[in-house]
C-alpha cells in the first residue's frame, strides 16, 4: 500500500491546506496526473511523493486507512517534470497564489478532464539541475525577424527548442507564417489559448515529446511542456498584453520566461526598440545590436563593443534618408480658431491625401475616447447608477441613443432633458473615436476611413483585413486606438496623435514611458519624407520633445532618477491590495485595519512601504466601494509572502507587479 502527497489542480482558497494525502494499492510515481475525490468530487491532482508503508508499522497503516483511496491514475506515464516542479513552486510563490491555483493555470483544460486512462508516450528526463542563474540580454533594434531567425537556427543547430513569445497572437501569427516558409512546418507548434482544447493539448504533447523545436505563440505559450529549451525570445518585451491584469491569476508572461530562461538554462532575450526602464536597467551592460554582415549594413547601428562599453544609455539614431520632420500642436488655439479635433496643420495634410492618393494613419487614445454625457445649462454629467464613472453615448439604435458603462455594462436610454435641472441642452462632450470619424467625414467626404477600435475590431481578422485593405490603397486612413500600435501596417504619408493628453493626466508612474512608447510606435508607421503631428493642450510637456526625438537616453536618465528617489521598480518590487466592499463604511475601515496590521508585521522596515489605503481611482464599481493599499517590497519572496499571509481571501485581491496604482 502507498501513501500518495497529492498537490489538486483545482483553486482551494489559500488558508486550506494545498498538498492532500490519500493511499494507493498500486505504485504511483512522482509527477503523474491522477483522480483523488476531493469533496465527493473526482478532482484532477498530479503526485508529489510516493511512500511505500505495506511494511511499516500497524499504526502508521491505522491512520493512514482513514485517508482516502484516489479514484484513478490518469496518466500512464508521469507528466511533470523536475524542472516543471521547480516552476510551479516559483509561479505560486511568486505570484502568491495557492499552489492549486498555479498548477491548474499551468496545465491544459483538456489534460484536466480527461476521466480515462491516457497515454502521453512522454519520456520525463530529469536532467541534473544547475544553479539557477539567467542568461538573458536586450536587442535593442526596430529590425528583429532577420535576427529571431538567425538565433532559431542556431539553437535548431544544437537540438535544443526556441521558444518566441509575442504580446498579441496577431503578431504571434505573422511570425508564424514566416517562419513556416522557412523551417519544416512539422517542427513549429503554435501555442494559443484561444485553440480548441483538444488542438491544444495535441500541440502541448508535441512540444512535450520534443518533436516541434520553435514554439510560438503569445502570453499563455509560456505555459507549454517544453523538453529541451534553449532559446526564449520576447519580442516587444514592454507590452502590457504580458500581463494578465484582469483576470487571476495576475501573472506577467515576461517575468515568467525569465524563470523558465534560468529553470532551462536557456539563453533569454529581451527584444524592443522602445524596452521598459527596468529591462534596461537590468541588462545594461548586455545589449546587443543586430550581428554582423548584412544587418549592421542595413541599418547603421555601432558595432557590438561600443554599444556595450558607451552604456549606459545611447540613442536610436535616425536612419538615413528619413527627415525628421514632426510637429506639436498646441490644441488650445485651435480650440480658439473653433477646430475641436482636427487642427488647421492635420486638415492641410488630409487634404493632400486627396489631391495626390496619400495615406494617413490617426492616433487617439484608448482612454477618454468615450463620449461623457452633460447638461449645457448647470453642468450635471451623467454617470453610472452602479459605478463611480461618467456612463457614456454607446450607439443609436433607431433614433434612441443607448448609453453603457464600461465597467458593469449597465444600459440606458440616453435622457432628453437633465434630471437635475430639467434643462434641455444635453450635449455629448469627449474625443470620441466615433465622434473623429464622424468629423473627418464632415470634412472630407471622398475619403476612405477606417475606424479600428474595441467597437470595431472584435477578432484578429477584423485588424488582418484593415491591414490589407490599406496596403491595397482600398482605404485612405486608418483611425484607431492602442489597437494599431505594433501592427504590420504599411508606411503612411501622415502619421498624426489626435490625442494623447488622457495618458498623461494619469497619475500613475508609467505615463512618461507609455507616451514615449506610443509615440515611437507610431512613429514606425511613417514613410520616408513623411510628416508627424502631435496634438495636445500641453504642449509644453518635457516628455513630447523626448518621445518624437527617440531620445531613449534622456528618457533613461529622468526615469531611473525619478524611479530611484520614489522606491519604484526596477529598485522595488510593487504590489497592489484592493478591497471591495458594498458597504463604504465597512470598506474603509477594513482597508486602514489591514494596512495597520501590515504595518505591525513589516516592523517599519526600510524594504517594505505601505501606502494607503486609498480611494480607487474609481472608487466604486459594480456597488462595491474600492480601496487599494500599494507595497514597496524589496524583501524576499518568503518573507514579503509571511506578511502578505496575513490578508483575508475574501474580498480582497492581490496583483504582484501591478501595470496601474490606481
Ligand atoms: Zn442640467
Ligand atoms: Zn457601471
Redesign the pocket.
Known sequence: MYLLETIPAVNIPREHPQILSYFSNEPVSRGTLILIPLRNKPTPAIVLSQTDISSQKTQLKKSSFTLKKINKIISLEPIFSEKEFIFLKWFADYYFLPLGLALKTILPTKLLKAKGPLKTGLRITNYELRNLESNSSLYFSDDRIDFYIQKIKENLKNNKQSLILFPEQINALSFFNQVNLIFEPNQISFLSGNLAPKKYLDEWLKIASNDTKIIIGARSAIFSKFSDLGLIIIDEEQDQSFKSWNMRPYYNSRECAIKLGEIFGAETILASSTPSIETYHKTKSRIHPPAGGQESKKSNYRSSTSIVASAPPYVIPEKSGIQTQHQIIDMRDEVRKGNEIISEDLAAELEKISQNSRQAILFINRRGSATFIF?R??G?SLHCKNCDVPIVFHKEIKGEKQLLCHHCGHREKSPDI?P??G?HKIRYSGIASQKAEEKIKELFPDLKIKRLDSETVLSTQDIQKAISDFKEKRVDIILGTQIILNKDFPKADIVAVLSIDTILNLPEFRTDERIYQIINQLKKYRGNGGTFLLQTFKPESEIFPIALNSNFAKLYEREIEARKLFNYPPFFRLIKLTHRNSNPQLAFKESHKIAEKINVLSGNSENFKIIGPAAGFIPRIKNQYVYNIIIKSNLGIKDRNNILNIIPTKDWTIDIDPISLI
Request: charged share 25%; hydrophobic share 10%.
Open positions: 447638461c445649462e448647470c450635471f437633465c437635475k435641472c434643462g
